[in-house]
């Protein structure tokens, strides 16, 4: 069993910067590639970003690629997700996922995550 908490969610106005962070307890966390997964009100949840076991390789949804960072920290049980340049687009609430134990890399599916958090808002003002 992993827990995720996420934090550092918050109203931020367009073009500026939010760095979310998610902590996991419980199993190992190096042991799991991680994603980052978001859901805007009246919409489905979509991919984010993902990153590896290791954090040696990441990837991102189009929507985040040059503005969006995913990182860990094995050592602190945290990852982070560094977003810039955001825009009223990235309102929405974000969430980090845990895949399925065996896998190196993240995923961009949902069905792939075992564990979720509980999500933190992101509100980008115009």
């Known amino acids: 069993q992993v827990q995720l908490a996420e934090s550092g969610g918050g109203l931020v106005q367009a073009g500026g910067s939010l760095r979310l962070s998610c902590a996991a307890s419980?199993?190992?966390?190096?042991?799991?590639?991680m994603g980052w997964f978001r859901q805007a009100p009246g919409k489905e949840r979509e991919f984010v970003a993902a990153?590896?076991?290791?954090?040696?390789?990441?990837y991102y949804a189009d929507s985040g690629k040059g503005r969006f960072t995913v990182s860990r920290d094995n050592g602190k049980n945290t990852i982070y997700l560094r977003m810039n340049s955001l825009k009223p687009g990235d309102t929405a609430v974000y969430y980090c996922a845990a895949r399925s134990s065996g896998y190196n890399s993240g995923s961009s599916f949902m069905d792939d995550y075992e564990y979720w958090g509980q999500g933190t808002q992101v509100t980008v003002s115009s």
């Open positions: 990153i590896s076991r290791s954090g040696d390789s990441s």
């Open positions: 419980g199993r190992t966390f190096s042991g799991f590639a």
